[in-house]
């Protein structure tokens, strides 16, 4: 319909299920799975489907999840219901296990479901990646980057980031894993702290006192001792308040192509938080959907094999703006898609603007102020490329 067909020597897998999307964090939680229904009626709009291999994803087993999470935390997730909720004041003796049952991370009716259905999302996109019968996978209901082994940590229970990059380390000597959401990827980043197989690299609003969740400083870039195989192979980008569009850009090309020529990655895991965009409920930066897809588009032009993970993302109309016209770059149908959103697309009217890329003021209620000066992005630049030299050639 929008000369949108199968993309010429490649294949784009999607992964999902519309089981994910029926669950709730409670009420007023910002974390709303439905942006996920409203992403798949968007790209389903657009005719990106007849591009792509489009797979409905299962449960991951419990034996998966235990690659990365340990059996104790597993099995409270499996029988925690609901009413084991810590009330402060109802149930003051109550005790918060994992962290699990705060107002960050509820309790709350198919949680395991839910959990296993994204990790199931993303473990099936690994596996496509790793047996070459997919070049881009797609996994938007994954990218659940801060969970712990033994811990739920900001909205995320199982961290199918780390599950999806141990199948791909069984094929692929390296790994990099770039993030993108407003929030410091930590749980990746922890996971595979002490390996060079996988260099993870977070770009992040930095606030320790005051942003989630408070780590990912500049100079924090792995083990201190140089003899574990890890040291500097974390790489951190803390920014500020208001980044634009062009400053991002400049900086996410400079870093990775320069981690890129260094490292060499034979596989590369990018997590696409659409929080980073200008106006998400928890976000703080002024990206646009352009922006936040220039990344992507810089990731494929690199021709590595890629998995593509959701995350955060809080402002759904934007989410679902983003991870579509992220899904069709990675079809390579972004010139021809049209700017204004199909008059049948449903839930039109949820979009407020009929275009797929609102301007700043479409955007924002008030300009929110860019803190971040182009003295500090440099040093930000000469610190990473720093870093890079004591990294194996
Ligand atoms: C909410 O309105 O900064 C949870 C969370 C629930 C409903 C009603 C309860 C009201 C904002 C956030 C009380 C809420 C108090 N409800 C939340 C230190 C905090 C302790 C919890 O994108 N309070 C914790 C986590 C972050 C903190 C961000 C990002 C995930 C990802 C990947 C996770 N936690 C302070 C906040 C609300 C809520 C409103 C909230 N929580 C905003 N930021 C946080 O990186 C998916
Ligand atoms: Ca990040
Ligand atoms: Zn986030």
Same mark, same amino acid.
């Given at each position: 319909?929008?000369?949108?067909?199968?993309?010429?020597?490649?294949?784009?897998?999607?992964?999902?299920? !519309?089981?994910?999307?029926?669950?709730? +964090?409670?009420?007023?939680?910002?974390?709303?799975? &439905?942006?996920?229904?409203?992403?798949? %009626?968007?790209?389903?709009?657009?005719?990106?489907?007849?591009?792509?291999?489009?797979? *409905?994803?299962?449960?991951?087993?419990? $034996?998966?999840?235990?690659?990365?999470?340990?059996?104790?935390?597993?099995?409270?997730?499996?029988?925690?219901?609901?009413?084991?909720?810590?009330?402060?004041?109802?149930?003051?003796?109550? $005790?918060?296990?994992?962290?699990?049952?705060?107002?960050?991370?509820?309790? +709350?009716?198919?949680? =395991?479901? =839910?959990?296993?259905?994204?990790?199931?999302?993303?473990?099936?996109?690994?596996?496509?990646?790793?047996?070459?019968? %997919?070049?881009?996978?797609?996994?938007?209901?994954?990218? #659940?980057?801060?969970?712990?082994?033994? $811990?739920? %940590?900001?909205?995320?229970?199982?961290?199918?980031?780390?599950?999806?990059? #141990?199948?791909?380390?069984?094929?692929? !000597?390296?790994?990099?894993?770039?993030?993108?959401?407003?929030?410091?990827?930590?749980?990746?980043? $922890?996971?595979?702290?002490?390996?060079?197989?996988?260099?993870?690299?977070?770009?992040?609003?930095?606030?320790?006192?005051?942003?989630?969740?408070?780590?990912?400083?500049?100079?924090?870039?792995?083990?201190?001792?140089?003899?574990?195989?890890?040291?500097?192979?974390?790489?951190?980008?803390?920014?500020?308040?208001?980044?634009?569009?062009?400053?991002?850009?400049?900086?996410?090309?400079?870093?990775?192509?320069?981690?890129?020529?260094?490292?060499? !990655?034979?596989?590369?895991?990018?997590?696409?938080?659409?929080?980073?965009?200008?106006?998400?409920? #928890?976000?703080?930066?002024?990206?646009?959907?352009?922006?936040?897809?220039?990344?992507?588009? =810089?990731?494929?032009?690199?021709?590595?094999?890629?998995?593509?993970?959701?995350?955060?993302?809080?402002?759904?109309?934007?989410?679902?703006?983003?991870?579509?016209?992220?899904?069709?770059?990675?079809?390579?149908?972004?010139?021809?898609?049209?700017?204004?959103? !199909?008059?049948?697309?449903? &839930?039109?009217?949820?979009?407020?603007?009929?275009?797929? +890329?609102?301007?700043?003021?479409?955007?924002?209620?008030?300009?929110?102020?860019?803190?971040?000066?182009?003295?500090?992005?440099?040093?930000? *630049?000469?610190?990473?490329?720093?870093?890079?030299?004591?990294?194996?050639?």
């Amino acid at each position: 319909e929008y000369g949108i067909s199968r993309p010429k020597g490649y294949t784009v897998s999607y992964h999902a299920t !519309p089981e994910m999307e029926k669950h709730h +964090f409670g009420q007023t939680h910002p974390m709303k799975p &439905w942006r996920l229904t409203l992403t798949k %009626s968007l790209v389903t709009s657009y005719g990106m489907p007849f591009a792509m291999d489009n797979y *409905v994803t299962r449960e991951a087993t419990y $034996e998966e999840l235990n690659a990365f999470h340990g059996g104790d935390y597993l099995d409270y997730l499996i029988t925690a219901a609901p009413e084991d909720q810590p009330r402060d004041i109802e149930n003051p003796d109550k $005790e918060v296990k994992y962290n699990l049952g705060g107002s960050d991370c509820p309790l +709350f009716h198919g949680l =395991y479901n =839910y959990c296993s259905m994204s990790a199931g999302c993303s473990l099936d996109a690994a596996r496509k990646i790793c047996s070459k019968q %997919s070049d881009i996978a797609i996994t938007w209901g994954g990218g #659940l980057h801060h969970a712990k082994k033994y $811990e739920a %940590s900001g909205f995320c229970y199982i961290n199918d980031i780390v599950l999806a990059i #141990l199948q791909l380390l069984r094929i692929y !000597p390296r790994v990099l894993y770039i993030d993108i959401d407003v929030h410091h990827g930590d749980g990746v980043e $922890e996971a595979f702290f002490s390996t060079d197989r996988v260099m993870t690299v977070s770009f992040h609003k930095y606030q320790p006192e005051s942003f989630f969740p408070g780590t990912g400083a500049l100079e924090d870039n792995g083990p201190k001792n140089e003899h574990n195989a890890g040291a500097h192979h974390a790489i951190n980008v803390p920014l500020q308040d208001g980044i634009t569009d062009e400053q991002y850009e400049a900086l996410f090309q400079s870093i990775i192509g320069a981690i890129n020529e260094r490292y060499r !990655p034979s596989a590369i895991a990018l997590q696409c938080g659409a929080d980073s965009l200008a106006g998400d409920r #928890l976000g703080r930066f002024n990206l646009r959907v352009q922006g936040h897809g220039a990344c992507v588009k =810089y990731c494929k032009s690199l021709g590595l094999p890629m998995i593509l993970f959701g995350g955060g993302g809080y402002t759904p109309r934007n989410v679902a703006r983003a991870w579509a016209y992220e899904t069709s770059i990675a079809i390579g149908a972004d010139a021809n898609i049209p700017e204004t959103i !199909p008059e049948h697309a449903p &839930w039109r009217e949820h979009f407020v603007h009929d275009t797929l +890329f609102p301007s700043l003021e479409q955007s924002l209620h008030e300009p929110r102020h860019n803190r971040n000066s182009e003295k500090r992005l440099r040093e930000i *630049v000469t610190h990473v490329h720093e870093q890079l030299r004591f990294v194996a050639h």
